[in-house]
T-cell receptor
Framework: DSGVTQTPKHLITATGQRVTLRCSPR?????VYWYQQSLDQGLQFLIQ???????AKGNILERFSAQQFPDLHSELNLSSLELGDSALYFC?????????????FGSGTQLSVL | QKEVEQDPGPLSVPEGAIVSLNCTYS??????FMWYRQYSRKGPELLMY????GNKEDGRFTAQVDKSSKYISLFIRDSQPSDSATYLC??????????FGTGTRLTIIP
């Protein structure tokens, strides 16, 4: 068990809908990262937050947004969902926010858009 | 060209064999190298972490880095059925982003 908690484990929704994925980092970790994993693209970095502030941005669509709250948990909001958004979404956490950090991953949220 | 290239496999070997998993990269910026193991429907789990050329050993696992060739490898000795998983190389090129290879699916046949 990595200590990173993600909810829900599975999410089934329809196109055009909006969903929220939740992540609680390991105790003491200040950074949260969101990754998307699909069969054809592998693990793609979406966004990183460090102690409540956005630290780095990757290939995140404008329809997606995230935030990190004062208690350090994070939420990833996906709106106007399309079929192609179906994927595994992982949250990871690390102690700090600098380069070379070791990332610890949660078990993921499997999103199915029908 | 992708920053990190990894042979997707799949790779099947008999139990007890030595497994070699490889990645190449193109960015010359300072790097941190990691190997993650991912079981089906689970999150990636950190196996090895290094930032220098040469070998780093941890039990049956050895991570090898050749910076001159931009080539990294993970060797698994005395492979076990429990080693069956997808193995992902990951490289941090001196920024906050960790870039992953696409993963190699490994099956150890009892």
């Amino acid at each position: 068990d990595s200590g990173v908690t993600q909810t829900p484990k599975h999410l089934i929704t329809a196109t055009g809908q909006r969903v929220t994925l939740r992540c609680s980092p390991r105790s003491g970790d200040l950074s949260v990262y969101w990754y998307q994993q699909s069969l054809d693209q592998g693990l793609q970095f979406l966004i990183q937050y460090y102690n409540g502030e956005e630290r780095a941005k990757g290939n995140i669509l404008e329809r997606f947004s995230a935030q990190q709250f004062p208690d350090l948990h994070s939420e990833l909001n996906l709106s106007s969902l399309e079929l192609g958004d179906s994927a595994l979404y992982f949250c990871a956490s690390s102690v700090g926010g600098s380069q070379g950090e070791k990332l610890f991953f949660g078990s993921g949220t499997q999103l199915s858009v029908l | 060209q992708k920053e990190v290239e990894q042979d997707p496999g799949p790779l099947s070997v008999p139990e007890g064999a030595i497994v070699s998993l490889n990645c190449t990269y193109s960015n010359s910026a300072f790097q941190y190298f990691m190997w993650y193991r991912q079981y089906s429907r689970k999150g990636p789990e950190l196996l090895m972490y290094t930032y220098s050329s040469g070998n780093k050993e941890d039990g049956r696992f050895t991570a090898q880095v050749d910076k001159s060739s931009k080539y990294i490898s993970l060797f698994i000795r005395d492979s076990q059925p429990s080693d069956s998983a997808t193995y992902l190389c990951a490289i941090n090129f001196g920024n906050e982003k960790l870039t992953f290879g696409t993963g190699t699916r490994l099956t150890i046949i009892p």
